[in-house]
């Protein structure tokens, strides 16, 4: 089983929670773009009606209007039944770091309104503590002075021996910082040593002026389903 047959292993378990008349939050990611596929599928056999999608993302959007899931927003449904949504990292607690697509603030708003928020991932992403991969915990902040913001976010963090550097666009413009959905940077942090109080480190980051939004989604998933090479697991909070 590749990485990726795990991811979809996930991606369709979590599926079968999706139910007819449903409003439902659409991930971002390798993870969650399997569920999205799902989802169509069952519409197009006629397993599932009268769904309506909530993309998390521009690039969710655009592979669930490709693939004629209805689609609209928070404007219109302010309460989503269930979202569907990958993860970088899943705590024992089941907190997260989300984000490394860059997708965090949109994901946040839409999971954050959510009845239920099912994580799917492999279980490449269980990790003993949050910060613990070594790799970006992402922050959304605006392109004013973002090395003002990033210099206060590394001075927040200098006990759990942090380190900053601004996300650069993947699609080779050789130095361009990526730009969000949202017109916004990310300042990504890595970290040495573990951050410790995870919802004081949230409430610093977000008094941070320039701060929009950060990638630790703190007791917001109700399931993480993981995949592993030993089959597949639910667990609730
Ligand atoms: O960017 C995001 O938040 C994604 O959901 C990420 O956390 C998981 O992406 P993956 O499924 O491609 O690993």
């Known amino acids: 089983l590749t990485q990726d047959d795990l991811k979809k ?3 369709y378990k979590a599926v079968e929670f999706v139910r007819s008349g449903m409003v439902v939050g659409l991930g971002t990611g390798s993870t969650a773009r399997h569920a999205v596929d799902r989802i169509a599928e069952l519409l197009d056999q006629g397993e599932l009606r009268d769904i309506i999608g909530i993309p998390t993302s521009s690039t969710t959007h655009e592979q669930a209007l490709a693939l004629g899931i209805p689609l609209s927003d928070l404007d219109s449904h302010p309460v989503v039944d269930l979202a569907i ?18 997708s965090l ?28 991969s070594l ?13 003002f913001s990033a210099e206060r976010l590394r001075a927040l963090f200098e006990y759990a021996g942090c380190t900053t550097r601004l996300r650069l666009s993947g699609d080779g413009k050789e130095g361009e910082p990526y730009v969000t959905d949202n017109g916004n940077y990310v300042v990504d942090l890595y970290f ?9 480190a949230s409430d610093a980051i977000l008094r941070l002026a320039g701060v929009v939004e950060h990638g630790m989604f703190l007791k917001m998933a109700s399931t993480v389903i993981v995949a592993g090479k030993h089959g597949v697991r639910v667990i609730n909070r």
């Open 105 to 132: 603030l949109r994901e946040k708003m839409v999971e954050g309104a959510c009845k239920e928020f099912v994580v799917i991932v492999d279980e490449s992403k269980l990790v003993d503590y949050l910060g613990g």
């Open 135 to 147: 790799l970006a915990m992402p922050v959304e902040v605006i392109k004013f002075c973002w090395k």
């Open 9 to 11: 292993i996930a991606a």
């Open 85 to 102: 949504d990958g993860a970088d990292e899943v705590d024992p607690f089941l907190n997260l770091v989300k984000g490394r697509g860059g």
């Open 192 to 200: 040495k040593r573990e951050i410790g109080d995870l919802s004081a």
